[in-house]
Every structure is written in structure tokens, then in C-alpha cells.
């Protein structure tokens, strides 16, 4: 049995149909991995399926606290594989521009902000500084008191703030930057390296254990530069197709066919027009629905 599509008369009064991408973006923001928050969701449906409709006073706010009380669940599993994941873990990558969401556009970095959190932290703050609910609903949804999902949000929202970037980066400056670095790491530029990498840049590059990465992050302009040297200095490299070039996880960025049919994301954390994180996921299994993208159209826009 599968979810609403949409077709129908039938599905039109089915508020799922209409609440469906907020659920998949709170899923996902709660896991960070698309596949996984699509199962949450689908889950979630045959829950709403199943329920006494006439019992359900507000719909929204069952339906989210399903999920949210799923994803809780499915984390407890979740966080014995992150313990012993190869190399560093990065959500998949989305494309959207980041910001459907009003001002907490929760870009790559915030993100990984909140990966650093505890669940319930995480889950107090995307339901109430992200998706609106009240602490009284948010208590319902976790097993809480409102003055306790209170300081979960407060604990939360500090440590997201630390992680923001100071200034939004207009697109035009984004891709500007994003086509100078292919140039120069693809390259060996060094020069070039120097005038676009921060001296404290950090890059973060995710094959899981199946593609060849970096096992840690590397921190710093000369660890930095000597990998993407590095990688540029191989006899048998030869620059890559891009696929697409626009907003990876709120981030500019671009798609690159590798050697032996990798796909891979980069995504670029800038300010000051200088590049202080660099994110690489080359891990085929974060990339399957990527893979299925005509990344030679534009890609359409988001769900409300």
C-alpha cells in the first residue's frame, strides 16, 4: 500500500497528501538521509491509514509527532552504525536552495550542527523553531515537560547559532567561487588555491568505506591543498564532467562524474568570499537518488 500520489478526488481530502513534504523534510532533517526519511514517512502513512480518523483532532500535529517519535526510534538503531562508520559522515545531499523554511535555512553545516546534537535536542528544535509547534504539543510528541522541550530547544538553538554562517552568500558570488576552485584543484593550481581556501579551510570527504575518501577530516590550508594536489598530480587523472552546478544542501556546489563512474557532490562553505569547509560525499548509497536525477535540466523547485 503506498501513500496518496495525488491523483484522485479521493486523495484531495486526504490531508496527508498536502502535509507529506513537510513531514519528509522534518524526517529528514531529523536523520539526514533522504531514503531513510521517505520509509519514516511511509510508515507514518500506513499509521494515519490505520487510525481512528473521527479521534484525530489536528492532523498536523499527529502526523508529525509520528514521525518525530519514529525517527527517535529509528536514531537508537542509527547510532550504532554512525559509531562505526568509515571516515567521516555527511548527510545525503539534496537540492534545493536551502531556505523553504523562512530564515533557518539549515544549509550542509547546520546540518552537521545538528548531528552533534542529542535526538530529543534536535528534535525540540526543528518542531518549534523550525516547523512551529508549541512546547505544549512538542511535550506531547516527546514524553517531556514543556519547561524541559523548552531547554532542549534553548541547548539546541545555541549550538545552531554557533554553526550559521555570519552572511548569506549571493548566488552569483557562490558560483563565481565554485568555478574558480574546479579550475584550480582540478588543475593543480596552487596560486589559485591560496586565493580561494581560508588558512583554517576544513574538508570533510564521505565514500563510507566504498569509494576512496579521506578516513578524517583535514584541517587546514596546507592539508587541505596537498590533497586536492594531491588528487590533481595523478598520472592517470583526467578532469571531470560536471553534471550540475547550483545548491547542494543550501551550499553552491556542483556534481562531477569521477574516475570509474563515481558520482560525486561537492559543496562549499563560504565567507568573506574565502572557502572554509569543503564537503565531498562519494558514497554510492547516499547517491542513489541523485543518480536518478536529469541533472541536465533544471531541477525543479521544492515542495511547499
Known sequence: MRPPDGHGDAHEADPFRSLRPRLVRLAYRMLGSMAEAE?????????????DRS??????????????????DHLKSARVKRETYIGPWLPEPVFDDGAEDGEDDLSLTLMMALERLSPLERAAFLLHDVFGMGFDEIARTLDREPAACRQLAARARRNVRAAR??????????QRVVDA???????????????????????????????????????????VAGLLMGVARKSDFATPPV????????LPGFVTLE???????????IEDGRITAIYVVRNPEKLRHVAQLDLSRPLPTPDP
Open 259 to 269: 574516475a570509474g563512474d563515481t558520482l560525486q557532490t561537492t559543496a562549499l562553505q
Open 39 to 51: 520509509d519514516i514517512v511511509q510508515e507514518a502513512w500506513l499509521r494515519w491509514h490505520g487510525a
Open 243 to 250: 553534471l550540475y552546478k547550483g545548491t547542494i544542501n543550501g
Open 181 to 223: 576552485f574546479f579550475a584550480a584543484s582540478r588543475s593543480g593550481d596552487l596560486q589559485g588555491l591560496q586565493a580561494l581556501l581560508a588558512e583554517n579551510v576544513a574538508a570533510y570527504t564521505d565514500g563510507g568505506g566504498i569509494k576512496n575518501a579521506a578516513l578524517n577530516p583535514l584541517f587546514g590550508f596546507r592539508r
Open 165 to 174: 554562517p555570519r552572511f548569506p552568500v549571493p548566488q552569483d558570488e557562490g
Open 55 to 72: 479521534a484525530v483532532r489536528e492532523p498536523a500535529a499527529f502526523l508529525s509527532r509520528t514521525v518525530t517519535r519514529l525517527c527517535l
